[in-house]
């Protein structure tokens, strides 16, 4: 990996992590690992690292903006055709 400084844009540096996720993913799920186990396995990871940080009290209050913010398409990367 190049280095990289600590003035990164916020932005880009999610941008980078999400590509390394998503590239991660499209790995295993090329090698036979199930789209339901990766997604479990990535929520449990994010959600474990967030506690990590966190604590449990702010990531539940966070959990509870998710069906908004997912009704919102927040995470929806490609819009399907109805």
Same mark, same amino acid.
């Given at each position: ?24 993913? !499209? /790995? ?6 199930? $789209? ?5 396995? =990535?929520?449990?990871?994010? +959600? ?7 604590? !449990? /009290? ?6 509870? $903006? ?5 009704? =919102?398409?927040?995470?929806? +990367? ?5």
């Amino acid at each position: 990996m190049a280095d990289r400084t600590i003035d990164t844009d916020p932005v880009e540096e999610k941008q980078l992590a999400l590509r390394y996720l998503l590239d991660a993913w !499209e /790995e295993a799920a090329y090698e036979g690992v199930d $789209r339901d186990c990766l997604a479990t396995a =990535a929520i449990f990871a994010a +959600l474990s690292d967030l506690i990590t940080t966190y604590g !449990e /009290e702010p990531v539940a209050v966070m959990c509870q $903006r998710l069906p908004e913010r997912v009704r =919102a398409g927040e995470f929806t +990367l490609a819009q399907s055709r109805q």
